[in-house]
């Protein structure tokens, strides 16, 4: 294996190999952002990274990617969980200890539309974004620990209104309360990556999570092959909801959180 410098055309036939696990690389890589270290072999890459805040690794021989991450200083490494444990056995002796280690994270896949939840889902428009951002924020800090608001609000604000004009989010509604709101971390042509799927606390456990599922996924399914997403397999009330609106487990992540 050597390392090269990928063109965007062997970035999309080595995610292609891997359309769910690669969702995010893809999206980057057809968006131009980002930065990428890769290795070929016998003419096609073999391995995959993003370096970035998020550093994503993927394929085989992620080790050799330790450098770069290093410099990098990133905030998070995460991706298949084989791929991350290549590179974290190469990095760990020079980088900080994470805050948090999240092995086995199942990867979600859905790629039948499942019975309808008959929700006022809808995609958000810029009138919900004092709306979300405080949103947006509770799932950030529920899922990952940190409150963007403190670490960065003009940021994140900047962040969820960019996803509301990208047409990657979504909310259901109603007496100003949400019922359920998630978000396009990743969107390809073969797959679309949910995260931060959220419910106001004050309204949990009435099957508004499953509801809101089922119409978000009926709505992405019209225009993409397959939904995904990871979760922490310590989340039950998550993977219940996944279960329950027909999701089938893959492969397992792996995530750093710095």
């Known amino acids: ?6 063109s965007l055309d062997e970035i999309l036939a080595f995610c292609a190999e891997e359309p769910v696990e690669r969702v995010f690389l893809e999206d980057i890589a057809r968006r131009g952002l980002g930065r990428f270290s890769a290795l070929a072999e016998r003419g096609r890459l073999s391995a995959l990274c993003h370096v970035g805040a998020n550093v994503v690794p993927s394929g085989a021989g992620c080790a050799a990617f330790a450098a770069a991450v290093v410099r990098g200083r990133p905030r998070m490494i995460i991706g298949e969980e084989q791929a991350v444990d290549e590179l974290w056995s190469e990095a760990a002796s020079v980088m900080p200890r994470p805050r948090d280690d999240r092995p086995g994270q199942p990867v979600y896949v859905l790629d039948a539309p499942p019975p309808p939840g008959d929700t006022c889902l809808r995609a958000a428009t810029l009138a919900d974004l004092d709306l979300l951002v405080p949103a947006c924020a509770a799932a950030h800090r529920e899922e990952i620990g940190i409150d963007p608001l403190r ?3 003009e940021g994140f604000r900047w962040r969820t209104r960019a996803q509301i004009e990208e047409g990657r989010s979504w909310l259901w509604l109603e007496d100003g309360v949400i019922r359920f709101k998630a978000e396009a971390s990743a969107w390809t042509p073969a797959a679309v990556q949910l995260q931060q799927v959220w419910v ?5 456990n009435r099957g508004y999570a499953t509801r809101g599922m089922r119409d978000l996924c009926r709505l992405l399914l019209e225009r993409v092959p397959s939904v995904c997403l990871f979760v922490r397999p310590e989340n039950a009330p998550a993977l219940r909801v996944y279960d329950r609106i027909g999701m089938h487990r893959t492969i397992t992540y792996r995530s750093l959180i710095f």
């Open 200 to 204: 106001d606390p004050g309204v949990r």
């Open 151 to 153: 670490r960065d609000p």
């Open 1 to 6: 294996m050597v390392a090269v410098d990928p």
